[in-house]
């Protein structure tokens, strides 16, 4: 089944421009990583071969690695995603040096739980978001990404371009428009 990251990017927009973004903004990142992780129970192989559980966890807390046949329940995938979810977005905060906006950090933190910090620490990506995080050449730069084991995947190009939408997708200050 095709999903389709245009609902979600147009859904998050008008939540954004209406208000509803305070209420939205800790499910906007969990929204755009079940959209391309699901949530399966019972442990799969991803398009790169590595046994993944859960949202997207190919470890348990204790640093095992999820195996064939493990399975898991609704809610300990769910406190896994959120513990994972934590260090990554503390990993993302360390290498960034720029202050970024809630969407940048959340897109951010979509590809660096999809491809991992190592990939990230020595990407043109970082390069490009410390030295400028409005530049246009990072929407390149998120879609040098979307291969996997060699080849190119509809699902990697999907994903990237949702996170490239949510990266550049501008959110409101509520208060310089209290003035107006």
Same mark, same amino acid.
């Given at each position: 089944?095709?999903?389709?990251?245009?609902?979600?990017?147009?859904?998050?927009?008008?939540?954004?421009?209406?208000?509803?973004?305070?209420?939205?903004?800790?499910?906007?990142?969990?929204?755009?990583?079940?959209?391309?992780?699901?949530?399966?129970?019972?442990?799969?192989?991803?398009?790169?071969?590595?046994? +993944?559980?859960?949202?997207? /966890? #190919?470890?348990? %807390?204790?640093?095992?690695?999820?195996?064939?046949?493990?399975? !898991?329940?609704? =809610?300990?995938?769910?406190?896994?995603?959120?513990?994972?979810?934590?260090?990554?977005?503390?990993?993302?905060?360390?290498?960034?040096?720029?202050?970024?906006?809630?969407?940048?950090?959340?897109?951010?933190?979509?590809?660096?739980?999809?491809?991992?910090? +190592?990939?990230?620490?020595? /990407? #043109?990506?970082? %390069?490009?978001?410390?030295?400028?995080?409005?530049?246009?050449? !990072?929407?390149? =730069?998120?879609?040098?990404?979307?291969?996997?084991?060699?080849?190119?995947?509809?699902?990697?190009?999907?994903?990237?371009?949702?996170?490239?939408?949510?990266?550049?997708?501008?959110?409101?200050?509520?208060?310089?428009?209290?003035?107006?």
């Amino acid at each position: 089944m095709k999903k389709s990251t245009g609902l979600f990017i147009v859904f998050m927009s008008v939540a954004f421009n209406t208000g509803l973004s305070e209420s939205l903004e800790k499910d906007n990142l969990r929204s755009l990583i079940e959209e391309f992780e699901g949530i399966k129970l019972r442990a799969y192989r991803c398009p790169k071969g590595i046994p +993944t559980i859960g949202i997207g /966890s #190919t470890r348990y %807390e204790d640093g095992e690695k999820v195996k064939l046949g493990d399975e !898991i329940s609704l =809610e300990d995938a769910e406190a896994l995603y959120e513990r994972e979810i934590d260090k990554v977005r503390k990993e993302v905060d360390q290498l960034v040096v720029p202050d970024l906006n809630r969407n940048q950090e959340d897109a951010l933190v979509s590809f660096v739980y999809n491809v991992g910090i +190592t990939a990230f620490k020595s /990407s #043109t990506l970082l %390069e490009k978001v410390n030295r400028d995080p409005y530049s246009n050449s !990072i929407k390149r =730069e998120f879609m040098k990404w979307t291969a996997s084991g060699g080849r190119k995947l509809k699902g990697l190009v999907r994903r990237r371009k949702a996170e490239v939408d949510l990266y550049f997708l501008k959110t409101l200050n509520y208060a310089d428009s209290s003035n107006s």
